[in-house]
Structures are given as C-alpha cells and as structure tokens.
C-alpha cells in the first residue's frame, strides 16, 4: 500500500500541477493577452501582471500541487482498498437530490473552514511565514489562485480528503466539485470582473465571492476573508464591496460597506 500512495501521489501532483497551468494559462490568455474586453470583462487591476511576480506565482503553485496531492493520495488509496465514504452509485441515499446536497455541503464546510482559517494566517506572528507568498500579489493574476506558501497549503489541504471519510459523495460529484474549485479560485484572481455588474452589485453578487470583492482582499488585508459565499464575513464584520472609480473602469480604494 505504501509504494501505492507514492505512486498515486506523484500521479496527483503532476494532474493538479496540469490543471491549475491549463485553467490559469488559459484565463490569463483570455483576459490579459487576448484582451477582457472582448469578453466584456470590467479590467480591476491597474496594471499589466508583470512577468517576475507570475513567475513566483508559478513556483508556488507547483510546489503547492504536491503537498496538495499527498492528502489526497492518501483518500484515494484507502478508496481503492475499499475504505471512505466516496461511492459510485448515483442511486445511493436517495439519488439525485443528495448529489446536489452534498455538492453543497463540502461547499459550505469548506468555506466555513477557510474563513477563519484566512483570518488566523493574516495574524502579525503567522502572515510572513504562512500567507505572505500569496499577497506578494497586490494585483493578482490567475496564476495567483494556488500560490500558496508550504505551511498554507498544509493548513488548507487536509480538510477535503478528511471530509470523504465521514460526508458520503458520490465519485462524479467529487471531481465535478475540484474542478469547481479551480475555477472559482483562477476566475477571482484573474484580476477581470467577467460577471455582469447586475449579478455583482444585486442580490446575487451580495451573497456570493466574486473578483471584484476578492481582489479587494488584495488591496485591504483585513477584509474580505471568504471562499465562496459573504455569510462569515457579514457575520463577522469583515464584509466590503469595494466602490466603482467613477470612470468605471478600475476600482477604488474607496470601500461601500454591506
């Protein structure tokens, strides 16, 4: 079972490594190069990603795959030993409707998670050693969605190959799932606002992380600390949607509190 978890391990990294260069090399074309506008995207960053900072970006996120994947390696060789709480029976605890439930509760465990989580990595004694490397984007780019330094990586990546131990979830809803994550993680750093301004400043947008709300976590350390939904952040106090410049192409430094 052991050379089983090395192999799967080294397999994961270099599946994770290739999933976070696709979907981030393909926003970053879409957006940077290709040109935002042409997708109607509103442009959030003031300037052009610079070639040094992405490229810091990449050596964290591919050092990050492989500590990812050991966690995960391991849920996957006790999976095929016959051990978890992943299934392969879409019929399984009522069918349909419990795909759609458990899709949504690793979503909301995890964003609970990560919330305060975020907030302890932010603390003066922990930030440099644990959360610095992501911030070294103040104007983050795509490949700033996985750019974690070792120790966050570890603190983060444990909690969903724990979670298939005891939350049953169907094998098809769990990839389905990580590939969700990537992309929201990618599309909120892409440092382009592609979501209409309805969705972003209506109600929708006032319950849900967007790239506009996120990338001014990039801009004021001490707001903004969600995954995916503005619950904990409201609760807590650390909620703001950053104004529009008045020429309404970048954002402000002036915060419109929720």
């Known amino acids: 079972m052991a050379w089983q978890f090395l192999g799967l391990a080294a397999a994961l990294t270099a599946i994770i490594a290739a999933r ?24 959030l960053n003031r300037d052009r990603p610079m070639r040094g900072i992405v490229m810091k970006e990449i050596r964290l996120s591919l050092l990050s795959s492989a500590v990812y994947a050991a966690p995960a390696a391991f849920a996957l060789t006790v999976f095929l030993n016959g051990g978890t709480a992943i299934y392969t029976d879409w019929r399984a605890y009522g069918g349909v409707p419990y795909l759609f439930l458990s899709f949504f509760i690793y979503l909301v465990v995890q964003d609970t998670y990560y919330y305060f989580a975020h907030r302890l990595m932010h603390h003066p004694r922990l930030f440099r050693w644990m959360h610095a490397g992501h911030h070294r984007s103040r104007q983050p780019t795509p490949f700033a969605s996985f750019a974690f330094d070792p120790a966050e990586a570890a603190l983060t990546a444990w909690l969903m190959p724990a979670m298939v131990f005891v ?3 169907h094998v098809g809803v769990l990839i389905g799932l990580l590939m969700f994550m990537s992309f929201v993680a990618v599309w909120n750093h892409s440092g382009w606002e592609v979501l209409p301004r309805f969705l972003v400043r209506g109600p929708v947008g006032g319950q849900l992380i967007s790239a506009t709300h996120h990338s001014y976590h990039h801009i004021r350390f001490d707001r ?18 950053p104004d529009e410049a008045r020429d309404g192409s970048r954002l402000s430094m002036r915060p419109e509190r929720a």
Do not use: C, H
């Open 20 to 43: 976070y260069l696709a979907l981030s090399g393909l926003f970053y074309w879409l957006l940077w190069q290709r040109g935002g506008e042409k997708l109607r995207a509103k442009r």
């Open 167 to 169: 939350v049953p979830i």
């Open 224 to 241: 903004n600390y969600g995954l995916y939904f503005r619950f904990w952040d409201k609760v807590m106090g650390t909620d703001t949607m």
